[in-house]
């Protein structure tokens, strides 16, 4: 059995640091049920105190059930009017995602998180919406509209591109 001390200044540990049970066992090198145990343990021993760590358990899940899985925020650096510059690019260019990424130096899910995100022109998503078709089918851009001019392409997109 482990001394009350122990478990007063682990609960104290827990309480006074804005720790989860997960983050406090690697901090203290002992198991997350480890943990539990003494804090259970706790009950006997100092009811007020296990109640303040049933209090802060409970807010910890609920913090960790608000935020759902977004405890980082990412704030995208690229603009819109980056996501024009590479969509034009790309588009004159006829690349692939893989040839941006070399081109740009940006990974190429990072490409198309930024255009999916930052563009609301139907223009240059309809536009990469082909480039990526003919990339499928191994045919230039022209080819492509030329081909499926009817189907996937609108006519004022292809205005744009001969």
Known sequence: M?????LIREANYYLENDVTLQQMSVDLGVSKKTLQNHFKALQNINPNLFE??????????NKGRSEGGKNI???SK???HDALKIAKIMVEKE??????EEYFGIPKSTIFEILT???NSQEYGSLLSALSSANKEGLSIQEFIS???TEHVNSDIIGKIK
Do not use: G, P
């Not at 303040?52 to 899940?61: L, P, T």
């Not at 690349?95 to 941006?100: D, E, G, I, K, V």
């Open 2 to 6: 482990i001394d009350k001390d122990t």
């Open 52 to 61: 303040k760590i049933q209090k802060k358990k409970e807010e910890n899940i």
């Open 73 to 75: 925020s990412r704030v």
């Open 78 to 80: 690229y603009t819109e």
């Open 95 to 100: 690349m692939t995602y893989r040839q941006a």
């Open 117 to 119: 995100s930052k563009l």
């Open 147 to 149: 081909k499926h001019s």
